[in-house]
């Protein structure tokens, strides 16, 4: 199967070019060709095998030009090993009413990043390898908490690979910044920006296409690429545990084969729910995709309104990781929604750049609802849902966890719509301990361990075993630099690591 790039249709790459690559030359996304369609049989196949088999069975439909054995050393090394707990990367928990919690959270870094940055540097360096004739990568990567450390820790001593991290300097939970600032490998380097997240994103972006830049790093047989949701080899995996929840359902008699259900997503850059979407066209029987989002409510607009504004007030929530108000990954939907129009995309998206703004027509709108509901609750009603889960079905969630429970309760006021629901959890609660603490009433610990362990004995929930092993980790870096000093820092690590 080949990929084309979303603002230019006449291209057409293989899967290992996507992945090495992370982003088309003329800005757009890579989109395979043709999305395959799966019928009975091949769900029934699903329904016995383990995670790794499962991501395997789905790749293999994408990744065509990867060996069957490249793909099986991928799968095992992403979800099996230690990597995540008991070996199952993706458990499903009945609530008992319906709503069943797909845990993507069980991996090294506690969010459903894993799930995609454990699997795409082992894509990455086959892919390399066929499409970059073995040239060196020098990932960048600007993180907003989340991506970096899950992209560290996936990229941490692979070969032919080094990965700068750059993160806004107070900007990121303690835990987060924690968690990258003591991470190991002799591959990686993780630096604090004097400014906020979009600083960062834009002087990363800026180095990408630097010319001086590209040429230098040539020099050194290397090519940047990118970790971010942009990365096709970060789409890919997370359409597996779609697949992989539907069997799992299916599997404990939970619903009959072909029956429809509806995903709940906590929603930011719109990578997790467009896996669902495209896991959807594929003939998974999806009834409704449920788009949740906090005070940053831009799709929840979207949606309703067809017109993505951008122009509005940021609001930092309880939810960081969904703190977003351009959804880079919509671009892919918008490619589907115009019947793969890359004119029109592109023009949407100069106008995104130039006006912050664009609109969908009638028809468009009339389709994306065919397929998504948009909503979204604030802080305050996301403290109510952490409160009420608890009590009422002894179940601790995150807070963009509850944001997806909360919007699916909205969901079915409005609609009355009765299909089981998967509802699609992203982060351990561990992992913003004080917000759910604050959340069940009891007031925070300054300390972040303090409140981590207070949650475990308030709860009876168990701290997963990567937050208690930080505390007694070393801080390895301490950098605080300025965004216009990020192309001499990245020139100097390039040059300082074999
Ligand atoms: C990244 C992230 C999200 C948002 O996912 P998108 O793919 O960007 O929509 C939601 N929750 C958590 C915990 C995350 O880390």
């Not at 990965?163 to 806004?168: D, K």
């Not at 909360?406 to 509802?423: C, E, L, S």
Request: net charge negative; glycine share 6%.
């Amino acid at each position: 199967m080949q990929y084309t790039s979303t603002r230019d249709k006449t291209l057409s790459v293989t899967s290992s070019f996507a992945i090495a690559n992370g982003i088309s030359p003329e800005g757009g996304l890579y989109v395979p060709e043709t999305l395959p369609s799966v019928d009975e049989t091949w769900l029934t196949d699903l329904l016995e095998k383990e995670y790794p088999d499962r991501a395997e069975q789905v790749l293999s439909l994408f990744l065509t030009d990867f060996s069957a054995e490249e793909l099986r050393s991928a799968v095992t090394g992403a979800y099996t090993n230690g990597v995540y707990e008991e070996d199952w990367a993706a458990p499903l928990a009945d609530l008992s009413d319906g709503r069943f919690v797909l845990e993507l959270w069980h991996g090294p870094t506690c969010a459903f990043k894993d799930m995609a940055l454990q699997l795409l540097p082992r894509l990455m360096v086959p892919a390399a390898k066929r499409a970059l004739d073995g040239k060196q990568i020098m990932i960048l990567v600007a993180t907003s908490g989340d991506t970096g450390k899950a992209a560290l820790e996936g990229f941490c001593d692979v070969e032919g690979v080094k990965i700068a991290v750059f993160y806004p300097n107070e900007g990121v939970s303690p835990m987060q910044q924690l968690q990258m600032v003591t991470q190991r490998g002799g591959n990686v380097a993780v630096y604090a920006i004097e400014g906020n997240f979009d600083n960062a994103q834009t002087e990363v972006k800026k180095i990408f296409t630097d010319r001086k830049m590209i040429d230098r790093l040539a020099a050194r047989n290397t090519v940047f690429s990118s970790a971010n949701s942009i990365n096709w080899g970060r789409l890919v995996p997370q359409i597996v545990y779609y697949f992989s929840a539907y069997a799992d359902m299916v599997g404990c008699e939970c619903i009959k084969q072909g029956d429809p259900v509806n995903f709940v997503v906590p929603t930011g850059n719109f990578g997790n729910i467009l896996a669902g979407y495209y896991a959807k066209r594929m003939g998974l029987p999806v009834h409704k995709l449920i788009c949740a989002s906090n005070s940053n409510n831009v799709l929840t607009d979207f949606i309703n309104d067809g017109v993505y504004d951008a122009n509005r007030d940021f609001f930092t929530t309880l939810s960081p990781s969904m703190d977003i108000l351009v959804s880079s990954n919509l671009e892919r939907l918008l490619f589907e929604l115009t019947d793969r129009d890359s004119e029109a995309v592109r023009d949407m998206m100069e106008q995104l750049s130039k006006e912050r703004r664009y609109a969908i027509g009638d028809e468009m709108k009339a389709r994306l609802a065919e397929d998504f509901w948009g909503g979204y609750i604030d802080d305050a009603k996301c403290q109510t849902v952490i409160q009420n889960t608890l009590d009422d079905v002894g179940y601790l969630v995150d807070p963009h966890t509850a944001v997806a429970l909360g919007v699916y309760d909205d969901y079915k006021a409005a609609t009355g719509d009765t299909y089981p629901a998967v509802i699609v959890s992203t982060a351990s609660p561990f992992k913003f301990a004080g917000s759910v603490l604050s959340a069940l009433g009891v007031s925070q610990p300054a300390d972040e361990f303090a409140a981590v362990r207070m949650l475990a004995k308030q709860t009876g929930v168990p701290v997963p075993e990567s937050i208690e092993a930080l505390e007694n980790k070393k801080i390895r870096f301490s950098k605080v630099i300025l965004p216009d000093e990020m192309p001499a820092e990245i020139e100097a690590f390039a040059s300082n690591i074999k």
